[in-house]
């Protein structure tokens, strides 16, 4: 659908056609939220047996069950499929309970939860009508069920450092009951040995868990929801988890962590259509040890440790932010913010995320040092976190971040994702705006990607903490997989945090605009990189002499290609590829680096300004890894203004870099190093059109025009294609450019 199908003006309909004539498809039709059309045209959103279900994020999803029944599995299409057993009913009720001849019966009810869970036997069902109830509440008994009137009616109170529910039977179900204070609120523990099997949270509210009375631990610092450890079929329904704060103290500590929910070697957890938001790291310690100040707590919506087989479908993940870095006292740095995640995953696979919305997921905020000087910079945040243990997930497009989908793909086979702007100044995953692992014939078409900066490194003991890596995308480990026509800008590594008294700052993170690692059979062509800048060193912590030294510079890289074979690297162009503005010039910048043991052809690529910057350092158009082993060649490519070679191999692989009809301009340090620069080749400006915005095509009085390998296929060139292919990211493409004296060839070449 491209605006062109209709012939006359008429009603839009969502049918994947412009109707109205246009230009636009499908206006007016809600996806996400729509329950004629859900997650797509004429998808019905109708489910029977169930108090209310929604379109949430494009996915079906009950809202709503009636008092017996949960929706356990978080699948809309078999309703709410499981039934809350119980073979003894006990009421408890705080306003009129424990008068004289209480038994626990409807007429005659308990005063507290405790008393009702001491005489309660397997299978009973506790009625908790309105009132508070104090914590702790621990739940010891198989098969409990506390069922609240109403969550806004009915709370537990938990206070100081203790969870105000703790669970540690199986098959025990809350429901309409606000949890508030303690801390955690919620604790669902077993042990290795003895998982707890089955706790369910429905229709629960988790608020505002408290620090103890008087912390003087790190750990006592951290602030949680609900923590889950040795569980096996955990599920959260249709509940809030809000208002969770770290703590933060002076002295040496760093602020303590926020997290919603917290997972820990569970087995099958699901988290269906609840809200996890307002959760803040706590600030760090002002003037800490060592003459550094505390980094920010780390903020997550929910995190999964040793978890396998997750479940989350429609949850909204709203307003985490990293805590504010430590203030610098005497001789001091300032303390770097802390990170903030809506989703982390460590060690943890085999998990299935539809219709996820994360949004408001930012980085702590970098403190001032001493004198005002040594300002840490603010930390970065991430929408999901996987760490490289837990690559094996499935990630639908359905989830969102700052309302974009995450394209994070494993395990997928034929799939296209094409015509997507991913523009939003927000890190989608810590992998990049896009990543494909292992994964079969997906093919990325027209995507336009930018605004990617690395985590920041932390201020630390000594030299400072390296700053994180930044990439526009990485496609690892795939088989026939292709990347066409699509731009990837403004890609950063992170900043380095600063150094102790008198120590090197940290080094600046690397940035990739793409990387293409252990590929087999793949195809990139027709696409656009840059800018790609490397993360700056930071300065050196203070000393009586002015301060320790910057840590390096970041490398760049305009595209990576590593370990592949059989790759089709065709019509691409890379644009300012630079370091940061610090003064140590030891970062690697070029536009293309290839490692591995299998050979590569690179036609068709226009390399503008590598190594670019406030303070340039030698940049290289094609660089080869010392792992090369095999020969790469370079045909039909322009190199202009490298700032230092046009190609660059090692003593160890000399001769295996070459190149042949391209032209190489202003490359100061020479034509190559350790390579070779063979038969047709120009030394000549190429004329592009406005470099310095990117914009690599040739002007019509370029040289590169008609300058290609003669036996090049250009009948796809405009007329008149002057009977030879050009040089550059355009040639033998309908967008070159034809010379103002060109003669045109019906099969070109003749």
Same mark, same amino acid.
């Given at each position: ?277 307002? /959760?803040? $790291? #706590?600030? %760090? +310690?002002?003037? @800490? ?6 980094? &920010? *707590?780390? =903020?997550? !919506? ?17 307003? /985490?932010? $990293? #805590?504010? %870095? +430590?203030?610098? @006292? ?6 770097? &913010? *802390?990170? =903030?995640? !809506? ?19 930012? $980085? #702590?905020? %970098? ?15 991430? !929408? ?39 523009? !939003? ?326």
């Amino acid at each position: 659908a491209n605006g062109c199908e209709c012939t006359e003006s008429a009603e839009e309909l969502c049918n994947g056609t412009d109707d109205d004539c246009d230009g636009v498809v499908d206006e007016g039709f809600d996806l996400m939220n729509d329950l004629q059309n859900c997650g797509g045209c004429g998808v019905v959103c109708e489910v029977e047996g169930v108090d209310a279900y929604d379109c949430i994020n494009g996915h079906c999803t009950i809202t709503a069950c009636p008092p017996d029944v949960v929706d356990r599995n978080g699948l809309a299409e078999d309703g709410c499929e499981f039934e809350l057993f119980a073979v003894a009913d006990l009421w408890v009720d705080a306003l009129n309970g424990g008068l004289p001849g209480t038994d626990g019966s409807q007429e005659h009810p308990f005063a507290t939860i405790q008393e009702a869970l001491a005489v309660a036997e397997p299978s009973t069902r506790i009625h908790i009508m309105a009132g508070t109830y104090l914590g702790p509440v621990h739940v010891d008994q198989v098969g409990v069920l506390l069922i609240g009137e109403d969550r806004a009616l009915v709370t537990i109170a938990g206070t100081n450092a203790e969870p105000a529910l703790l669970i540690t039977a199986n098959e025990v179900v809350v429901r309409e009951i606000t949890i508030s204070g303690g801390n955690p609120g919620v604790v669902i523990r077993g042990d290795a040995l003895d998982a707890v099997d089955t706790a369910i949270l429905s229709d629960v509210i988790v608020r505002a868990p408290v620090l103890s009375q008087s912390p003087t631990e790190q750990s006592q610092l951290n602030v949680t929801g609900i923590r889950a450890e040795y569980v096996e079929g955990l599920a959260v329904l249709s509940s809030s988890v809000t208002d969770i704060t770290g703590g933060g103290l002076d002295g040496s500590l760093n602020g303590g962590q926020a997290v919603g929910l917290t997972c820990l070697w569970c087995v099958d957890p699901i988290v269906v259509a609840s809200t996890f938001q307002d /959760i803040l $790291g #706590g600030a %760090g +310690g002002i003037n @800490g040890a060592g003459y550094i100040s505390a980094a &920010g *707590g780390v =903020a997550d !919506g929910i995190q999964f440790y040793n978890t396998t087989g997750a479940l989350l479908v429609g949850n909204t993940l709203d307003t /985490i932010s $990293g #805590g504010k %870095g +430590g203030y610098g @006292g005497y001789l001091t740095s300032g303390g770097t &913010g *802390g990170e =903030a995640t !809506g989703l982390r995953f460590v060690s943890s696979t085999m998990s299935t995320l539809t219709g996820n919305a994360i949004s408001g997921v930012t $980085g #702590g905020v %970098g403190s001032i040092g001493w004198e005002n000087k040594f300002q840490a910079p603010n930390q970065r945040s991430y !929408g999901l976190y996987l760490d490289s243990n837990s690559i094996a997930n499935d990630v639908a497009l359905s989830n969102t971040v700052e309302g974009e989908p995450v394209v994070f793909l494993y395990g997928a086979n034929g799939q296209v994702v094409e015509n997507l702007s991913l523009t !939003g100044a927000h890190n989608p995953t810590n992998w990049g705006i896009v990543a494909v692992f292992d994964s079969e014939a997906v093919i990325l078409r027209n995507l336009e990607l930018a605004h990617f900066i690395g985590r920041t490194g932390n201020t630390s003991f000594g030299q400072g903490e390296a700053g994180g890596s930044g990439a526009g995308m990485r496609l690892i480990r795939c088989s026939g997989c292709a990347l066409e026509d699509s731009t990837i800008t403004d890609i950063s590594g992170g900043t380095g945090g600063h150094g102790s008294y008198g120590a090197k700052g940290g080094f600046g993170g690397p940035a990739v605009g793409l990387l293409v690692d252990q590929c087999n059979g793949c195809s990139i062509s027709g696409n656009g990189i840059g800018p790609v800048q490397g993360g700056s060193g930071s300065s050196g912590g203070y000393a009586h002499s002015g301060s320790g030294d910057f840590g390096s510079s970041g490398s760049a890289l305009g595209v990576q290609l590593l370990n592949s074979q059989g790759l089709f690297f065709s019509n691409n162009s890379v644009h300012h590829v630079m370091k940061s503005w610090e003064p140590v010039a030891t970062a690697v910048t070029a536009c293309v680096e290839v490692g591995g043991e299998f050979a590569t052809a690179i036609r068709q690529l226009s390399c503008f300004a590598p190594g670019s910057g406030s303070a340039p350092n030698p940049g290289q158009g094609v660089r080869l890894q010392s792992t090369t082993t095999a020969p790469v060649q370079v045909v039909n490519s322009i190199f202009s203004s490298t700032n230092g070679y046009g190609l660059v191999g090692v003593a160890s692989n000399d001769g295996l870099l070459s190149a042949s009809y391209s032209d190489f301009y202003s490359c100061p340090l020479g034509l190559s190093l350790n390579a070779t620069v063979g038969v047709g080749c120009l030394e000549q400006d190429p004329l592009f059109y406005n470099p310095n915005e990117g914009n690599l095509s040739l002007t019509v009085n370029s040289p590169c025009i008609d300058s290609g390998l003669p036996t090049t296929d250009c009948n796809d060139e405009p007329v008149p294609n002057g009977c030879r292919v050009n040089m550059g990211a355009f040639g033998g493409t309908s967008d070159a450019t034809s010379a103002l004296d060109a003669v045109h060839c019906s099969v070109c070449p003749q």
